[in-house]
């Protein structure tokens, strides 16, 4: 464990679209989201690497009495002592990350969603709750950001969904909701086999528009004055619509090659949500 602690390693994954959301951060802020990043990559990778899932609830569960430890200011591990200082500074709810780690545990006990009302929670607990970290860190002056952080977390949480649908039925886990199976006509033994015909694409285009749902409506709740703000999480819901968008295009079709944007198409929506969000841009009325 104390190797993938250290302080040199926050940047494991650059490839990331979190990396390159938040670039374009002020220093301060960036340090702190990368702690927070670190954290919970470390954590994500307990729940993904292949071992027996005792041993993975065991070692969350260690990784959860750590982070008591560090509010505490008792961790034996620089990164958690870090992430305690950036938690007091920024005046940011522990909740909020004892809700993450609680989705963490989901994901090992819980391989599948009887209706999207158990899904959504997970979302919650997967990604909003990582939003609502980012936004104590970003900063804001309506509480409406707080409604967008959560929507968006779901949105971003479902497109990751619908663009791993195979890779995750490889690991038994059916993330789609039994119910919509059903509704569709379309079975857990055609995930496994990867068969696309109508039925499969009348289930992701349902699923496709609860995402964009989830979209539209997250952004309703941030107002103009907080997007300078939130630029970070802008771009990071640019880069989720345009996969979204990338799923339909393909008509639906996730089976096979996944779905990825190049590092360039990264970059020229990050630098586009900048042009169009930094606070001395003025748009015409």
Known sequence: MDSLLTLDNLEKNKRSNFYYSFLLLPKPKREAINIVYAWCRYADDIVDEEENVNRKYVRLRQWSREFESAIEGTSRYPLLNRLSQIIQRFHIPLHHFRDLLRGMEMDLVKTRYASFGEL???????????????????GYKHEGAKEYAVNLGIALQLVNILRDVQSDAEHDRIYLPQEDLERFGYS??????????????????????????????????????????????????????????????????????????????????????????????????
């Open 120 to 138: 959504r929670e997970y979302c919650y607990y997967a990604a909003s709750t990582v939003g609502l970290i980012c936004t104590e860190i970003f």
């Open 188 to 285: 857990e033994e055609d995930i496994r086999n990867g068969v696309y015909d109508q039925r499969f694409i009348n289930l992701m285009e349902f699923e496709c528009d609860r995402a964009r749902g989830y979209f539209d409506t997250a952004i309703k709740h941030l107002s103009e004055e907080d997007k300078p703000l939130f630029i970070a999480a802008l771009i990071m819901q640019a880069i989720y619509f345009r996969i979204l968008m990338d799923i339909k295009h393909r008509r639906y079709n996730v089976y096979g090659k996944r779905i990825r944007l190049t590092a360039f198409r990264k970059i020229m929506i990050a630098l586009n949500v900048w042009w169009k969000n930094h606070p001395t841009q003025h748009h015409d009325s």
